[in-house]
């Protein structure tokens, strides 16, 4: 199992948040997403062999959600978006009725595909 980041996201989403969710944290997370755990989201950018996957994510930092896209035949789990869970913009509703939440995950979905084929990203071992 791996964790993928690609730079974008890890620019965009995770540094600013890194203080209160570890690289660990995010980890373990992503190694749930893939046991099965968390609400699979629907999107509209459809990447074949994948599906979307959010989970709620703790540490003693505070409460927050994670949106993984899962490549659940190569088991592997990129991170797309983080968030506070009291975010008011995307955190407390991260579902695709959400204007704000949809337009951030295209983004970020772009981002993600346009730095995997340019190979700007790294891998971490579940």
């Given at each position: 199992?791996k ?113 995997w084929?340019?190979?700007?990203f ?5």
């Amino acid at each position: 199992m791996k964790l993928i980041i690609t730079t974008s996201i890890k620019k965009a989403e995770f540094e600013s948040l890194s203080k209160t969710f570890s690289l660990d944290a995010v980890k373990i997370a992503a190694k749930k997403t893939l046991q099965g755990l968390g609400e699979n989201i629907k999107s509209s950018t459809k990447i074949s062999g994948t599906v979307l996957r959010k989970i709620y994510l703790t540490s003693t930092g505070g409460a927050g959600r994670a949106v993984f896209l899962l490549q659940i035949s190569s088991v592997k789990s990129v991170l797309v978006m983080i968030r506070l869970k009291n975010d008011k913009q995307i955190g407390a509703n991260m579902t695709v009725k959400n204007p704000k939440f949809k337009k951030a995950l295209d983004k970020n979905l772009d981002s993600i595909l346009t730095d995997w084929e340019n190979g700007d990203f790294e891998e971490y071992e579940l």
